[in-house]
């Protein structure tokens, strides 16, 4: 049982443990201007983004008003419900908003792309004033926004340069919104081997736990009093289900299942690990 533990938790935790080199925006600018791809590897967009509540801004708004307009930062990631106006707590986080970074790249020619888990709850990407995708359908009113979970990946092309990224982002669904996950530039090569990696891994965690709970469900027709057997078998099998709608959300490729599904599973393995994992552990001890 011992070793099965401990290749549970290397297993959640090692793949996790690669150093980058961090640089963050500041005042809405990334400067990656020394960055070399090939040594320095993908990058994330961390850091302060420009950030207007309320409105739809276009790129070429940006330009028109750019000495005019009066700017608003946000630390990406996070939940933007702390940046809102007037917000209170435990209030829901509806609304909509433009985030905007510019990110200064190395000179030459590159072949980049940007990859994005998830956004609540939909959003629009512009790069250099084109849109670049789309994830749902972000709109001003709950009844016109159309809520997605889909991690993606775009090829951009900079210009001067320079990446110029506006996005959308409206929210009527969840409790918290904004770009509550990662955002991350490479090259394309190096951002579609780290998604395959990331997909294959979540495939790997979430099989194994299947595996495991099998296993233990197996054992407990043998071992019919040891709890212990049917609390880890079904603590394994929650691991699995959750590992299929965290992350890459590998059920995708596997089933095609609304944002409200995903949502209730996440948290459903959530709230029901929590009981299960107090009686395993009562049952380890006593």
């Known amino acids: 049982m011992r070793r099965f533990l401990v290749f549970a938790i290397y297993v959640l935790f090692a793949f996790n ?20 791809w090939e040594k320095d590897g993908i990058a994330e967009l961390n850091g302060d983004w420009e950030f207007y509540w309320g409105r739809f801004y276009s790129a070429d708004f940006f330009k028109e008003n750019d000495s005019a307009i009066h700017r608003n930062y946000i630390a990406v990631p996070s939940f933007w419900n702390d940046f809102i106006p007037g917000y209170k707590n435990f209030q829901s986080g509806f609304g909509y908003a433009t985030y905007r970074l510019k990110v200064l790249c190395p000179p030459g020619e590159q072949n980049l792309a940007i990859k994005l888990l998830t956004v ?5 990407m512009f790069v250099n004033g084109k849109e670049v995708l789309s994830v749902g359908k ?42 509550w996950d990662f955002v991350k530039i490479g090259t394309e090569d190096q951002i579609s081997t780290y998604t395959q990696q990331n997909i294959y891994i979540d495939f790997f965690v979430s099989g194994s736990f299947f595996l495991m709970s099998i296993y233990y469900a197996v054992l407990l027709f043998f071992f019919r009093r040891r709890y212990l057997l049917l609390y880890f078998s079904m603590l394994c099998f929650i691991i699995f289900t959750r590992t299929l709608v965290v992350g890459e959300i590998p059920i995708n490729y596997l089933v095609t299942l609304n944002w409200e599904i995903i949502r209730r599973i996440e948290y459903i393995s959530f709230y029901v690990s929590v009981p299960l994992m107090a009686h395993f552990f009562q049952a380890v001890v006593s």
């Open 17 to 36: 443990s690669k150093a980058e080199n961090k640089i963050c925006a500041v005042n809405g600018v990334l400067d990656l201007r020394n960055r070399n």
């Open 120 to 124: 609540a709850s939909a959003y629009r």
């Open 138 to 179: 972000p709109d001003t009113t709950a009844a016109a926004t159309v809520a997605m979970l889909r991690p993606s990946v775009v090829n951009v092309v900079t210009e001067n340069n320079e990446l110029d990224i506006v996005v959308y982002v409206s929210n009527f669904n969840n409790r918290v919104g904004g770009i």
